[in-house]
């Protein structure tokens, strides 16, 4: 299992408890609202406002979970640079660094002496 993987798993973990506070706090929203029309008026303010601790700390998980993923996502986008030598054909990838682009010289080729010149740069999602 990847690093990625278990990543993914601890964020369905967290998803799934999040949406079960949410649940649980809706929950006790509802039965304060029957505590309170059977004029159990402590009842009714500690699961009013235990609900409304819930659904507030639910929500906040949730949008930072949103957020941890999206910026997940965006880093498992890679970038790859192929360089190439039109002499021999030599070819080779490697991940992009700042200052490359197509037709830039990256030195000499190291089968023959001709120039090793960036021919692609293209970006990839990682397989699953
Ligand atoms: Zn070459």
Redesign the pocket.
Known sequence: MTEQRRGSLYFYAAVFFSLGVLAYSAWLIISSAASYSEGQKENFYYSLVLGLMGVALSVSSLTSIRRRIQIIKAQSIRTLTVEF?E??S?KRVREFKVGDYVQKNVGK?P??V?DLLISMIYSETPKD
């Open positions: 030598c002499k021999c030599f080729c089968q023959c001709g």
